[in-house]
């Protein structure tokens, strides 16, 4: 799906412009269309920021949730859903946000409800926040869910970023260091190399490990650049298989320390979003169809799933999600607790709590043991390459000094 951005001219011989999400200029023209209005100009936004889809999704993760937090603030002093989309369109900046809160509010002049509105924009909002506003829509109660919902958003947003940051410092020494070793490898030893030769001495042990890896990399680096890339993009390709994708997920979540954080994550999103959900007035089982579309984790899909399916056939939430062994006991015991007393959306928000702050303790303590660990380490690496390379050359010198 690609942004156009478009103007077009109503019945009433009104100029419009906005944004459409498409997958050609072809279908953007005739969404346009259908909705009554002749297109005068479309052109897709080829902005940098939007070339890039991971960029694209950042980017609209952080807009919705400063949106929601906004709007829920304008809406509780008492302005009309139209009326706070247009004084958030009259302050945006960004070019692609103001089109898309332009559109917003075209929508609901229209007569569109609020939740149709974001609905026709499926790559910027997510499906939870949608049924979400539809229900308070429906309920009347459209300013305490925005609330919620931005609470829940930022929730998310957060706990995403701080396991993206905790992997970006490992990842960065990662690539330094073997920046390093590539550096050394096909710069220094090779200067070196003549002079080992014409010492006429058997070379210790590490400094022939090292000229063989070098002629091993010489004669079959491309190869084995070429077979890494290939599995890369083989390995991506079972990922994007929904199956695969399932069970890679699943064993995601099963790794040491970094998998622990992940579950976390995944039941903090889970037990917040149904305690809004069931707080909403929702039953168990529609709520958790909801967040079955809403979750991007292939197994916590599945998992979603055959919960609904127990319950539908009498079993209890924490029954039904212990069978699966991937949410801690604690929760697990909560969750019963909550569904005995009948306070499980309270219950739920409690456990989100939890989670997060065991997810911010786990985040701390690896963290603590990353950054030294990995400094050590990279760092050992490229002073056993040096000592490797040293080594001959000290011995020379020792014998030819007599030393």
Known sequence: MEEYAYKAYDTAGRLHSGSIQASSPRQAAGLIAGQGMCVVQLKRDFSVLFSFPWLKRQFWRQYVMLFFRQFSVMIKAGLPISEGIKILAAQEKNTAGKRLMEDLYRRVQEGQSFADSLQKH???????????????????????????????????????EKLITLMIYPAILMTATLVVLIFLLQFILPTFSGLFLSLQAELPLPTRLLLGLNEFLQAYGVFL???????????????????????????????????????????????????????????????????????????????????????????????????????????????????????????????????????????????????????????????????????????????????
């Open 225 to 403: 650049v070429t077979g890494l890339v290939a599995g890369v993009f083989f390995l991506w390709s079972l990922y994007k298989n929904k199956t695969y994708r399932e069970k890679v997920d699943y064993w995601l979540l099963r790794l040491p320390l970094l998998g622990d954080l992940a579950v976390y994550k995944e039941v903090m999103q889970f037990a917040r979003a149904l305690s809004v959900l069931l707080a909403s007035g929702l039953l168990i089982d529609q709520a958790l169809l909801i967040l079955h579309d809403a979750t991007s984790n292939a197994y916590m899909k599945y998992l979603i799933l055959h919960a609904h399916s127990d319950i539908q056939k009498g079993s209890t939430l924490a029954a039904a999600l212990q069978r699966k062994k991937v949410f801690p006991t604690v929760v697990l015991e909560l969750l019963a607790a909550g569904e005995l007393t009948g306070e499980l959306d309270i219950i739920l928000e409690k456990i989100a709590d939890f989670c997060r702050w065991e997810a911010d303790a786990l985040a701390e303590r690896l963290r603590a043991f990353l950054e030294p660990t990995m400094i050590l380490l990279m760092g050992g690496i490229i002073g056993l390459i040096v000592f490797a390379i040293a080594m001959p050359v000290l011995d020379a010198m020792s014998s030819y000094t007599g030393f």
């Open 122 to 160: 499926p790559d910027v909002f997510p499906p939870l926040a949608v049924h979400l506003v539809r229900i308070g829509e429906v309920s009347g109660n459209l300013e305490i869910v925005s609330g919620e919902l931005a609470d829940f958003l930022e929730m998310s947003y957060k706990a995403r």
